[in-house]
């Protein structure tokens, strides 16, 4: 039976990308020796890095000024090195779910933090709108997709003072305009790489504007210095981040990705409102296209267990949704296929045509 992986993350990669890895793993580059045992300073690997900053470049046309660099602790430790980085006296930040709630908890660390707008009067089910920022703050974070909540910013804001992004869970999937940033980070285990490594876009002008002393390891200007080799980096997800972007280019960039992206969704969503037993949790309006979120009726929750269990043994993987908002959700990052995304929806068709 075929698997369909809509977990949210780590998630979903192209096959051939995986496959790619994995012979890696077993000889890089014909040198006899494994990926995953080489030294990042091997004259062999150099060039995958360079790469992979070059290909990001060109996939999100990043102008000059902007650095790539690879790095690790996850987006978790971004929340502590962007106000170490970023936060002189002020910071604000739009709270759209348990992520952005984290990442403000650790800026508050670092300095004053005004919550401009937030959504959890109604549990993240929508993203704000209408709100003012605070031309006195040092910068704006936001993040623009909450895996949990299903809701999704897919658009660049336009913003009075330096915009800070985490777009751990959205990133390649539609194009940016990179101008409008300081900083755009994320892990890689969404849409770009496998789990292990992060990435970060930083405008190198907007460094150095702190007055504190940052420890050498948090500090941006160390690994766009030395070129995300500081110290020993991921070696096997930048790899894969490698072979990912030129997946990526192959298939028509982020452009290709984006098209593909509202086409899945439309799929799900479509079937999501047709479907007696189901009803969205977001707002439609601000409807992720990356975490389909969605419950079962009133009527129907005790359905619950005999559909994960339905669609489990049709070969739906990770459909069950987050404990903070139940039900199933659907991940459809760019490798999740038209094909996987009609099989799901088959699946609740014909789990309501049982009941």
């Not at 690997?45 to 790095?71: C, H, N, R, S, W």
């Not at 401009?116 to 209408?130: G, H, L, V």
């Not at 050498?216 to 030395?226: A, G, I, N």
């Not at 500081?230 to 997946?247: D, E, H, Q």
């Amino acid at each position: 039976m075929k698997k369909y992986n809509f977990n949210a993350g780590p998630s979903i990669l192209p096959r051939e990308v995986i496959e790619q890895t994995a012979a890696a793993c077993l000889d890089f580059d014909n040198s006899g020796l494994s990926l995953m045992e080489i030294s990042h300073r091997a004259k062999n690997f150099q060039p995958v890095v360079d790469e992979a900053e070059a290909l990001m470049k060109e996939l999100l046309d990043i102008p000059e000024g902007y650095k790539t660099i690879f790095l690790g602790g996850g987006a978790s430790l971004e929340f502590c090195m962007v106000p170490y980085n970023f936060l002189e006296k002020k910071a604000a930040y739009l709270n759209t779910g348990v992520w952005a709630t984290k990442a403000e908890k650790e800026a508050k660390l670092f300095g004053e933090v005004v919550e401009i707008a937030s959504s959890a009067d109604k549990n993240f089910t929508y993203i704000p709108q209408n709100y003012t920022i605070p031309t006195d703050a040092d910068y704006l974070h936001i993040t623009t997709n909450n895996t949990i909540y299903g809701t999704e910013m897919r658009y660049d804001i336009d913003s009075p003072i330096p915009l800070i992004a985490d777009m751990s869970s959205d990133f390649l999937s539609r194009p940016i305009d990179v101008s409008k940033y300081a900083l755009i980070y994320g892990g890689a285990q969404k849409n770009l790489a496998m789990a292990g490594v992060t990435f970060a876009i930083v405008k190198e002008d907007a460094l150095g504007k702190v007055s504190r002393q940052i420890p050498t390891m948090l500090d941006y200007r160390t690994h766009v210095k030395k070129g995300s080799m500081f110290n020993t980096p991921p070696v096997v997800p930048i790899y894969s981040a490698l072979m990912n972007l030129r997946y990526i280019k192959a298939h028509g960039g982020v452009v290709a990705m984006d098209k593909l992206a509202k086409q899945r969704a439309e799929i799900v969503y479509g079937e999501i409102d047709r479907n007696k037993l189901f009803v969205g949790t977001a707002e439609e309006s601000s409807r992720s296209l990356m975490n389909l979120t969605f419950v079962l009726k009133p009527e129907y929750q005790e359905l619950q267990d005999e559909f994960l269990a339905f669609a489990t043994s049709k070969g739906m993987v990770g459909v069950k949704g987050h404990r903070d908002v139940g039900g199933f959700r659907a991940s459809c990052y760019n490798a999740m296929s038209i094909e996987g995304c009609e099989a799901l929806v088959a699946c609740m068709k014909e789990f309501e045509a049982k009941h």
